[in-house]
C-alpha cells in the first residue's frame, strides 16, 4: 500500500452510470454523476479520506481498478450497474484484493424487475446500501470511514 493509500477510497460506477441525471430521471434522479463524485468527496473529507472516481461501461477497466486499488486504496465504494447481476468476475477481483468494499444501488433493485434481485457483488461485500438514491453514496463512505475505523 503507498503511503496515501490508507486515506483513499476508490469509487467505481459501472456501465450507464455516466448518464445519471439524463438516463430514467423517475428511477434514478436529477443527479450527475459529477454530483455523485462530488457528494463523495465532501463526504469522505469529512473523515480526512480522498476519493479517487473510476466510471466505466467496460467491465476489464473496473476489473483493472479494483486490482490497481490492492496498494493504492483503503477500501472500495462500487455501484456495479448492470455488472452486478452478470459479472462473476469484478465479484472474483473484488473477493482478490481483500479491501473492505461497500455495494451501492440507487434504486431498491429488489422493487424492480427479477433479474435485478440477484447480485453477483453482494456475497463479497462487506456492506450493502440499496435504494437510498444518490444519498447512499454518502451513507457508503460514511459506513466505509467507519469499517476503516475513521
Known sequence: MTENASNTILLLNGPNLNLLGTREPEIY???TLADV???ARDTAAAYGL???AVQ??????LI?????ARTTAAGII?????FTHTSVALADAIS??????IEVHISNVHKREAFRHHSYISPVASSIIIG???HGYKLAVQQLAHLLGK
Open 29 to 31: 434522479g436529477h443527479d
Open 64 to 68: 483493472d481498478a479494483i486490482h490497481e
Open 50 to 52: 480522498e476519493v479517487r
Open 132 to 134: 437510498a438514491g444518490v
Open 37 to 39: 463524485e462530488q457528494l
Open 96 to 101: 482478490g484484493v481483500r479491501l473492505p468494499a
Open 56 to 61: 466505466s461501461n467496460h467491465e476489464g477497466v
Open 78 to 82: 462500487m455501484n456495479p450497474g448492470a
